[in-house]
Protein backbone atom coordinates (compact mmCIF):
# COMPACT_ATOMS: atom_id res chain seq x y z
CA UNK A 1 0.00 0.00 0.00
CA UNK A 2 1.94 2.98 -1.46
CA UNK A 3 -0.19 5.70 0.70
CA UNK A 4 0.70 9.30 -0.87
CA UNK A 5 3.60 9.47 -3.81
CA UNK A 6 4.74 12.67 -5.04
CA UNK A 7 6.82 12.93 -7.80
CA UNK A 8 9.29 14.53 -8.29
CA UNK A 9 11.63 14.43 -5.22
CA UNK A 10 14.08 16.75 -5.78
CA UNK A 11 14.03 19.98 -8.50
CA UNK A 12 16.14 22.95 -9.45
CA UNK A 13 14.59 25.61 -11.84
CA UNK A 14 15.62 28.80 -13.09
CA UNK A 15 13.76 31.86 -11.86
CA UNK A 16 10.85 31.80 -14.66
CA UNK A 17 10.56 28.14 -15.46
CA UNK A 18 7.61 26.52 -14.87
CA UNK A 19 7.32 22.97 -13.51
CA UNK A 20 3.88 20.60 -11.71
CA UNK A 21 4.17 18.43 -9.15
CA UNK A 22 2.32 15.37 -9.50
CA UNK A 23 0.81 13.47 -6.52
CA UNK A 24 -1.77 10.56 -6.32
CA UNK A 25 -3.06 8.75 -3.40
CA UNK A 26 -4.57 5.11 -3.51
CA UNK A 27 -6.58 4.68 -0.04
CA UNK A 28 -9.80 6.37 -1.80
CA UNK A 29 -9.51 9.42 0.32
CA UNK A 30 -11.78 12.12 -0.91
CA UNK A 31 -9.91 15.34 0.65
CA UNK A 32 -6.30 16.42 -0.63
CA UNK A 33 -3.81 19.48 -0.11
CA UNK A 34 -0.66 21.05 -1.20
CA UNK A 35 1.62 22.46 1.67
CA UNK A 36 4.88 23.77 1.85
CA UNK A 37 7.40 23.98 4.57
CA UNK A 38 9.92 26.73 5.43
CA UNK A 39 12.18 27.09 7.97
CA UNK A 40 10.92 28.46 10.79
CA UNK A 41 7.76 28.43 9.51
CA UNK A 42 6.45 25.12 9.87
CA UNK A 43 3.32 23.76 7.43
CA UNK A 44 1.24 26.68 5.32
CA UNK A 45 -1.23 25.19 3.50
CA UNK A 46 -1.34 26.36 -0.42
CA UNK A 47 -4.48 24.90 -1.95
CA UNK A 48 -6.75 22.06 -1.25
CA UNK A 49 -9.67 19.87 -3.30
CA UNK A 50 -12.64 18.82 -0.14
CA UNK A 51 -13.62 16.35 -3.26
CA UNK A 52 -13.06 15.64 -6.79
CA UNK A 53 -14.45 18.47 -8.79
CA UNK A 54 -13.09 21.02 -6.59
CA UNK A 55 -10.32 23.19 -5.34
CA UNK A 56 -9.66 25.96 -3.08
CA UNK A 57 -6.89 28.48 -1.71
CA UNK A 58 -5.44 27.74 1.21
CA UNK A 59 -3.15 30.46 2.94
CA UNK A 60 -0.33 30.99 0.33
CA UNK A 61 -1.89 30.52 -2.83
CA UNK A 62 -0.45 33.48 -4.78
CA UNK A 63 2.09 31.88 -7.86
CA UNK A 64 0.32 28.77 -7.93
CA UNK A 65 -2.49 26.84 -9.55
CA UNK A 66 -3.74 23.41 -8.85
CA UNK A 67 -5.57 20.90 -10.72
CA UNK A 68 -7.52 18.08 -9.35
CA UNK A 69 -7.48 15.45 -12.09
CA UNK A 70 -9.18 12.50 -10.58
CA UNK A 71 -10.13 11.08 -6.91
CA UNK A 72 -6.50 9.87 -7.10
CA UNK A 73 -4.25 12.82 -8.17
CA UNK A 74 -4.20 16.28 -7.22
CA UNK A 75 -1.03 18.74 -9.25
CA UNK A 76 0.29 21.71 -8.18
CA UNK A 77 2.07 23.87 -10.80
CA UNK A 78 4.49 26.88 -10.47
CA UNK A 79 4.00 28.63 -13.68
CA UNK A 80 6.79 31.33 -13.78
CA UNK A 81 8.69 30.07 -10.29
CA UNK A 82 10.20 32.50 -8.07
CA UNK A 83 13.31 32.50 -5.71
CA UNK A 84 10.73 32.55 -2.89
CA UNK A 85 8.86 29.35 -3.97
CA UNK A 86 12.71 27.55 -3.27
CA UNK A 87 10.81 25.13 -0.15
CA UNK A 88 9.58 21.34 0.43
CA UNK A 89 6.22 20.36 -0.78
CA UNK A 90 3.91 18.22 0.65
CA UNK A 91 0.99 16.56 -0.70
CA UNK A 92 -1.49 15.02 2.02
CA UNK A 93 -5.01 13.09 1.77
CA UNK A 94 -7.56 12.60 4.35
CA UNK A 95 -10.66 10.85 3.54
CA UNK A 96 -13.53 13.28 4.60
CA UNK A 97 -13.66 17.45 4.21
CA UNK A 98 -16.72 17.97 6.63
CA UNK A 99 -17.82 17.14 10.37
CA UNK A 100 -15.48 18.35 12.71
CA UNK A 101 -15.20 15.02 14.36
CA UNK A 102 -14.49 12.77 10.88
CA UNK A 103 -12.02 11.07 9.79
CA UNK A 104 -11.17 14.33 7.73
CA UNK A 105 -8.59 14.93 10.78
CA UNK A 106 -6.10 12.75 10.17
CA UNK A 107 -4.06 13.72 6.89
CA UNK A 108 -1.28 11.21 5.61
CA UNK A 109 1.60 12.79 3.51
CA UNK A 110 3.56 12.02 1.03
CA UNK A 111 7.05 12.14 1.34
CA UNK A 112 8.29 15.35 0.36
CA UNK A 113 9.45 17.30 -3.20
CA UNK A 114 12.40 19.42 -2.50
CA UNK A 115 12.29 22.33 -5.11
CA UNK A 116 15.06 24.96 -5.58
CA UNK A 117 14.41 28.13 -7.62
CA UNK A 118 17.36 29.89 -8.74
CA UNK B 1 -7.83 33.33 13.96
CA UNK B 2 -6.68 30.16 14.57
CA UNK B 3 -3.07 29.79 16.01
CA UNK B 4 -0.67 27.45 17.80
CA UNK B 5 2.48 28.35 19.73
CA UNK B 6 5.16 25.90 19.89
CA UNK B 7 7.96 26.17 21.93
CA UNK B 8 11.08 26.73 20.60
CA UNK B 9 13.63 24.49 19.37
CA UNK B 10 16.09 22.60 19.30
CA UNK B 11 15.79 20.26 22.10
CA UNK B 12 18.76 17.96 22.70
CA UNK B 13 18.32 15.10 25.45
CA UNK B 14 20.46 12.24 26.29
CA UNK B 15 18.67 8.96 26.03
CA UNK B 16 16.12 8.04 29.00
CA UNK B 17 15.08 11.34 29.73
CA UNK B 18 12.05 12.84 30.10
CA UNK B 19 10.55 14.91 27.30
CA UNK B 20 8.10 17.40 27.78
CA UNK B 21 7.26 19.77 24.72
CA UNK B 22 5.17 22.53 24.82
CA UNK B 23 2.12 23.52 22.74
CA UNK B 24 -0.95 26.24 23.16
CA UNK B 25 -3.40 26.82 20.89
CA UNK B 26 -6.04 29.54 19.82
CA UNK B 27 -8.98 28.47 18.04
CA UNK B 28 -12.84 29.55 17.55
CA UNK B 29 -15.08 26.67 18.40
CA UNK B 30 -13.78 23.55 19.77
CA UNK B 31 -10.74 22.37 18.12
CA UNK B 32 -9.39 18.89 17.47
CA UNK B 33 -5.50 18.90 18.44
CA UNK B 34 -3.02 17.02 16.95
CA UNK B 35 0.85 15.98 16.99
CA UNK B 36 2.58 15.28 14.26
CA UNK B 37 6.13 13.92 13.70
CA UNK B 38 8.71 14.21 10.76
CA UNK B 39 11.27 11.63 10.48
CA UNK B 40 14.87 13.09 9.01
CA UNK B 41 14.16 12.80 5.36
CA UNK B 42 10.24 11.61 5.57
CA UNK B 43 6.29 13.33 5.01
CA UNK B 44 4.88 14.13 8.09
CA UNK B 45 2.60 11.26 10.21
CA UNK B 46 0.38 11.59 12.91
CA UNK B 47 1.27 10.46 16.24
CA UNK B 48 -1.57 11.08 18.28
CA UNK B 49 -4.49 13.29 18.60
CA UNK B 50 -7.51 14.38 20.86
CA UNK B 51 -11.18 15.57 19.80
CA UNK B 52 -12.33 17.14 23.30
CA UNK B 53 -11.74 18.70 26.20
CA UNK B 54 -9.63 15.87 28.87
CA UNK B 55 -8.83 13.45 26.05
CA UNK B 56 -5.64 11.85 26.36
CA UNK B 57 -3.79 11.61 23.35
CA UNK B 58 -1.33 8.36 23.35
CA UNK B 59 1.05 6.08 20.85
CA UNK B 60 4.55 4.93 21.26
CA UNK B 61 4.91 5.92 24.61
CA UNK B 62 4.32 9.25 23.69
CA UNK B 63 0.97 11.64 25.61
CA UNK B 64 -0.50 14.64 25.68
CA UNK B 65 -3.68 16.09 27.35
CA UNK B 66 -6.07 18.28 25.81
CA UNK B 67 -6.35 21.02 28.63
CA UNK B 68 -9.19 23.45 27.67
CA UNK B 69 -8.74 25.76 30.32
CA UNK B 70 -4.97 26.44 29.55
CA UNK B 71 -5.58 26.21 25.88
CA UNK B 72 -2.78 23.70 25.48
CA UNK B 73 -1.50 20.11 24.54
CA UNK B 74 1.76 19.23 25.96
CA UNK B 75 3.02 16.33 24.39
CA UNK B 76 5.37 14.11 27.42
CA UNK B 77 7.35 10.96 27.24
CA UNK B 78 8.75 9.50 30.54
CA UNK B 79 11.85 8.16 28.57
CA UNK B 80 13.31 8.99 25.01
CA UNK B 81 15.02 7.22 22.92
CA UNK B 82 17.62 8.05 19.73
CA UNK B 83 14.89 6.69 17.37
CA UNK B 84 12.84 9.27 18.84
CA UNK B 85 14.93 12.44 17.10
CA UNK B 86 12.92 14.22 14.72
CA UNK B 87 10.52 17.27 14.45
CA UNK B 88 7.70 17.21 16.23
CA UNK B 89 4.57 19.48 15.03
CA UNK B 90 1.09 20.27 17.35
CA UNK B 91 -1.75 21.09 14.85
CA UNK B 92 -5.07 21.84 15.53
CA UNK B 93 -8.47 21.81 13.73
CA UNK B 94 -11.54 23.77 14.52
CA UNK B 95 -14.64 23.31 14.46
CA UNK B 96 -15.27 25.98 12.08
CA UNK B 97 -13.13 25.37 9.57
CA UNK B 98 -13.86 21.98 7.46
CA UNK B 99 -10.33 21.46 5.88
CA UNK B 100 -7.51 23.21 7.30
CA UNK B 101 -4.99 22.10 9.65
CA UNK B 102 -3.02 24.82 11.21
CA UNK B 103 0.31 23.79 12.14
CA UNK B 104 3.34 24.84 14.81
CA UNK B 105 6.20 25.88 13.53
CA UNK B 106 7.91 22.45 14.47
CA UNK B 107 10.62 21.59 17.61
CA UNK B 108 13.12 19.77 16.38
CA UNK B 109 14.29 16.63 19.15
CA UNK B 110 17.61 14.98 19.15
CA UNK B 111 18.16 12.11 21.32
CA UNK B 112 22.05 11.47 22.09
CA UNK B 113 23.01 8.08 23.46
Known amino acids: NAGVTQTPKFQVLKTGQSMTLQCAQD?????MYWYRQDPGMGLRLIYYSASEGTTDKGEVPNGYNVSRLNKREFSLRLESAAPSQTSVYFC?????????????????FGAGSRLTVL | GDSVTQMEGPVTLSEEAFLTINCTYT??????LFWYVQYPGEGLQLLLK?????DKGSNKGFEATYRKETTSFHLEKGSVQVSDSAVYFC????????????FGKGTLLTVNP
Open chain 1, 27 to 31: MNHNS
Open chain 1, 92 to 108: ASSERGTGYRSGANVLT
Open chain 2, 50 to 54: ATKAD
Open chain 2, 91 to 102: ALRSGGSNYKLT
Open chain 2, 27 to 32: ATGYPS
